[in-house]
């Protein structure tokens, strides 16, 4: 198969890409006490010389509160500014385009995993501050693997005032800008602080922040409105309607409701992209024999609503369907993820019909205090021969 549209030049925001396959946002856990090493600097690299038009930085912490991972890196102090700029001035020595993705659980600009936190995971005590949550509701299931017993979510305490939250986002965002990222992407998908927010059974809220849909919204636009005072039109959001992972999900028309507004108001702040993530069976959890996702398709759902940003699709989509989607001009780009864990040169392999045949190295997806190698499973993949 050719792949004329997918490795076609393409301009998002102010940035020209050199092709549509993007690399999504992906946990690897190599930073070392939350700063960025030389080895993550590594497998940035390949990533551009394997021909990715744009990445998307794994989650970055906005804060220390509110994370999970003890390697998890952030993005909140002038070490952390000095780390990712070295990353940052090497992917652009190559002629890479970073976008940094924050969260809260994760900054994948910003990340914060709101009440997806633990308060003896070892950044969470560090922090000194309660989880917090929209509302005191704990999520059902989680397993955070790095305490003693293995423990679930707990109730979080509920946050009282979000604009402090919204700050610690944009001061994340000016960091990065220092750092020289190329623009942001805010994780509000899977679960995490924008989609406890946006969904109604994690948000009971009574305030301006819940209720209404338009309340519901209102946290997630704010974090986007004060990226977009940084960074103009390189600002980007990951959305998972589908819900499922983590304990969050609507009913069908909840969910349509909730996820047209919050798109169609995002819009209008004229977006670099949407990154649609679309329902994966490996994202659904079941409670009680009953699936938590609300199944339906994203891209015939939304797409139309998008009308100043570019469309990107994410979970499970291969070069094939890129390309035929792309044709079809009812999608923009790909966003892959597992498939650039294990193939540094994915988007070559793809251009040049090579297999993606490298089998994952599963034990060293993630990494811990207790690893030995970091390299093992994160830079040790071969690239094809050409």
Same mark, same amino acid.
């Not at 989609?195 to 009971?204: A, E, G, P, V, Y």
């Not at 702040?269 to 649609?276: A, I």
């Not at 294990?342 to 599963?362: F, M, Q, S, V, Y």
């Given at each position: =198969?050719?792949?004329?549209?997918?490795?076609?030049?393409?301009?998002?925001?102010?940035?020209?890409?050199?092709?549509?396959?993007? =690399?999504?946002?992906?946990?690897?856990?190599? %930073?070392?006490?939350?700063? #960025?090493?030389?080895? =993550?600097?590594?497998?940035?690299?390949?990533?551009?010389?394997?021909?990715?038009?744009?990445?998307?930085?794994?989650?970055?912490?906005?804060?220390?509160?509110?994370?999970?991972?003890?390697?998890? #890196?952030?993005?909140?102090?002038?070490?952390?500014?000095?780390?990712?700029?070295?990353?940052?001035?090497?992917?652009?020595?190559? +002629?890479?385009?970073?976008?940094?993705?924050?969260?809260?659980?994760?900054?994948?600009? #910003?990340?914060?995993?709101?009440?997806?936190?633990?308060?003896? %995971?070892?950044?969470?005590?560090?922090? +000194?501050?309660?989880?917090?949550?929209?509302? %005191?509701?704990? !999520?059902?299931?989680?397993?955070?693997?790095?305490?003693?017993?293995?423990?679930?979510?707990?109730?979080?305490?509920?946050?009282?005032?979000?604009?402090?939250?919204?700050?610690?986002?944009?001061?994340? !965002?000016?960091?990065?800008?220092?750092?020289?990222?190329?623009?942001?992407?805010?994780? +509000?998908?899977?679960?995490?602080?924008?989609?406890?927010?946006?969904?109604?059974?994690?948000?009971?809220?009574?305030?301006?922040?819940?209720?209404?849909?338009?309340?519901?919204?209102?946290?997630?636009?704010?974090?986007?409105?004060?990226?977009?005072?940084?960074?103009?039109?390189?600002?980007?959001?990951?959305?998972?309607?589908?819900?499922?992972?983590?304990?969050?999900? =609507?009913?069908?028309?909840?969910?349509?409701?909730?996820?047209?507004?919050?798109?169609?108001?995002?819009?209008?702040?004229?977006?670099?992209?949407?990154?649609?993530?679309?329902?994966?069976?490996?994202?659904?959890?079941?409670? @009680?024999?009953? #699936?938590?996702?609300?199944?339906?398709?994203?891209? $015939?759902?939304?797409?139309?609503?998008?009308?100043?940003?570019?469309?990107?699709?994410? !979970?499970?989509?291969?070069? $094939? $369907?890129?390309?035929?989607?792309?044709?079809?001009?009812?999608?923009?780009?790909?966003?892959? +993820?597992?498939?650039?864990?294990?193939?540094? @040169?994915?988007?070559?392999?793809?251009?040049?019909?090579?297999?993606?045949?490298?089998?994952?190295?599963?034990?060293?997806?993630?990494?811990?205090?207790?690893?030995?190698?970091?390299?093992?499973?994160?830079?040790?993949?071969?690239?094809?021969?050409?």
């Amino acid at each position: =198969m050719t792949f004329k549209s997918l490795f076609t030049p393409i301009q998002i925001g102010s940035i020209i890409l050199k092709n549509r396959v993007t =690399m999504a946002a992906l946990t690897r856990n190599r %930073a070392v006490e939350t700063y #960025p090493t030389e080895l =993550m600097k590594e497998y940035y690299v390949q990533r551009v010389n394997g021909g990715a038009g744009l990445i998307v930085t794994e989650g970055i912490l906005v804060t220390r509160q509110g994370t999970e991972w003890p390697n998890a #890196p952030g993005l909140w102090d002038t070490k952390h500014v000095a780390g990712w700029k070295d990353i940052v001035d090497a992917v652009h020595e190559v +002629g890479g385009k970073l976008y940094a993705q924050v969260c809260l659980l994760w900054l994948i600009i #910003p990340l914060n995993f709101g009440r997806l936190s633990h308060p003896d %995971a070892e950044q969470q005590k560090l922090a +000194g501050v309660p989880v917090y949550g929209p509302s %005191a509701i704990s !999520a059902r299931g989680g397993k955070f693997r790095t305490i003693p017993g293995a423990p679930g979510y707990v109730t979080p305490t509920a946050i009282d005032d979000p604009w402090t939250i919204i700050k610690q986002f944009k001061h994340a !965002a000016v960091n990065a800008k220092e750092a020289g990222f190329d623009g942001v992407e805010l994780h +509000g998908a899977n679960g995490y602080i924008v989609t406890q927010f946006l969904d109604n059974t994690s948000n009971l809220r009574t305030d301006q922040w819940g209720g209404s849909i338009e309340n519901r919204s209102r946290f997630g636009l704010e974090v986007l409105k004060a990226l977009v005072e940084v960074f103009g039109e390189n600002v980007s959001v990951k959305l998972s309607p589908c819900g499922g992972y983590n304990d969050v999900g =609507m009913p069908l028309q909840e969910t349509l409701d909730t996820y047209s507004y919050f798109i169609s108001e995002a819009d209008k702040l004229k977006l670099s992209y949407f990154n649609l993530v679309r329902y994966a069976p490996s994202f659904d959890v079941e409670f @009680d024999g009953v #699936p938590r996702a609300t199944k339906h398709d994203v891209l $015939e759902s939304y797409g139309h609503l998008i009308k100043n940003g570019k469309k990107l699709l994410n !979970a499970g989509v291969t070069g $094939e $369907e890129g390309e035929e989607l792309i044709s079809a001009s009812k999608l923009d780009a790909v966003s892959i +993820g597992f498939n650039w864990i294990t193939h540094p @040169d994915l988007a070559k392999r793809i251009e040049h019909g090579k297999p993606l045949d490298n089998a994952p190295d599963i034990p060293h997806l993630q990494t811990n205090k207790t690893s030995g190698d970091w390299a093992t499973g994160y830079t040790d993949y071969p690239a094809a021969t050409y």
